[in-house]
Structure formats: C-alpha cells, structure tokens
C-alpha cells in the first residue's frame, strides 16, 4: 500500500487550539497536562510514518550503564534533533540524529500550544509488553528547567506511573503519598511542568498483556 504522507495544514486544521482539551494532574510538587490530541486517523498516520522513517540506534547506544556495567536497555532507542545537540542518559552519551519530517511536524504543533521551541526529541519504541523503562527523573542538568517535557504516546496503550522521591522504596519511605497512574493512549499529548521531575520519578513498567507496538516521544528543551 503507498503510504500515507501526513500533510501538515490537514493535521493543523484539525487541531484548532479551541478544540484542545486538558485534564490537569495535580500532586504535591507534580503538575501534568494531558490531553487526547490525535484522532484516531491522524495518530495512526504518524505512527506509521514513523515506523517507516525512524531509525534507531543499534550497538553501544542500545546500552546502558548500571553500576559502572552495561546492560542493553530493554526497548529501542534514538534521539534527533538541532545539530550538534548530544544528551546524557544513564551514562551514555546520546548523539541526535538531524530532524526528519514527521517529527517536524509534531514539534511544531506542539509548539502551537506551548509556545516552547522544542530543539530534541527522544524516542523509545517499546517493541512488546516486556519492554519498559525503569524508574527515574529527566537529566535535568542539561534541560531547560522552565519547559515542560512534552511526551507524545502512539500505538498501545500502556501505564505510566509516578512516585514521589520521598515514597519511591516502600521500606524507606519518608511519607505516604499515593503513586499517580496516566494510561497513555494512542494519539495524547502528556505535558510534565515543572517541577515534576525534581520531585517526582517516573517509569513505564513491563504490561504482559498490553503486547502491541508502542513509541513514545519526549520533547525536550537543551541548553
Ligand atoms: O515512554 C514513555 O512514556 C516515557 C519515556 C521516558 O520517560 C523517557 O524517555 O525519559
Ligand atoms: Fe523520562
């Protein structure tokens, strides 16, 4: 089958910023903005323009380091973004790769609604329901403290969880709050404010039942 090219103005048009609904995710220290931004139609067109057009890393940067060890991470990887920008992320060093259209295009409606000039994308493919990410808080020494982190989720549906630093272990934890859980569907548009990530972590844990292809992109401000 040709494949589908998405055409800008279509999706614009569709997303008139009136339209755009918000539920707001308030905690102690945790300000999130969700929204079901994509319809089914147009979601399903960016995923699979992705899935022809995004290429991850493979070799050393599929690795994470542990403990001075490296592990292969359990998902795929890959970032783009401005020239020259590099990320730090558990102890590698990730290159980004130039901008592609479709990615584009999505950090350009996001910046309708932000008005944050996103300059790096990270992008995880969780290939099953056994591929996750553990628990932890977006490096926040290279990141714009100021922006959000916009995190765009597309194919299956899969648990986002947030726990406060004080509550993370339950041996040692300091107090009692209760962890947060967003199910992140096909086409939403997740904005962590700040200052979630100083407070809060965050993991997206194996679902053996939610088996399907999911990808996920996390726009981000570097300075
Ligand atoms: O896949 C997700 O929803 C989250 C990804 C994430 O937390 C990250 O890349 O830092
Ligand atoms: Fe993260």
């Known amino acids: 089958m040709q494949g589908i090219k998405i055409d800008l103005e279509s999706v614009f048009s569709e997303l008139n910023d009136t339209k755009v609904e918000w539920r707001k995710i308030s905690r102690e220290g945790l300000d999130l903005d969700y929204s079901l931004l994509f319809s089914k139609r147009i979601a399903d067109e960016i995923m ?8 991850y890393y493979s070799g050393d940067l599929t690795k994470v380091k542990v403990f001075g060890k490296l592990h292969n991470i359990p998902r795929q990887q890959v970032a783009y973004g401005d020239n020259g920008l590099t990320y730090r992320f558990s102890g590698v060093t990730i290159p980004a790769k130039p901008w592609i259209e479709p990615l584009k295009i999505i950090r350009d409606l996001i910046f309708r609604l932000t008005k944050v000039e996103y300059n790096f994308v990270l992008v995880n493919r969780y290939r099953n329901g056994s591929d996750h990410i553990g628990e932890h808080r977006d490096g926040e020494s290279d990141l714009d403290a100021r922006a959000p982190i916009a995190s765009v989720s597309l194919g299956q549906q899969r648990q986002f969880i947030l726990k406060h630093a004080d509550c993370r272990k ?16 096909h086409g939403s548009l997740l904005l962590m404010n700040p200052p979630t990530n100083q407070f809060w972590y965050h993991s997206l844990p194996p679902r053996k039942n939610a088996n399907g292809v999911r990808i996920n992109l996390t726009f981000r401000k570097i300075v």
Do not use: F, G, W
Not at 48 to 55: A, S
Not at 170 to 185: G, M, N
């Open 170 to 185: 339950k041996r040692s934890a300091k107090r009692d709050i209760p962890k947060v859980t967003v199910e992140l569907q």
């Open 48 to 55: 699979n323009q992705l899935e022809k057009e995004v290429e």
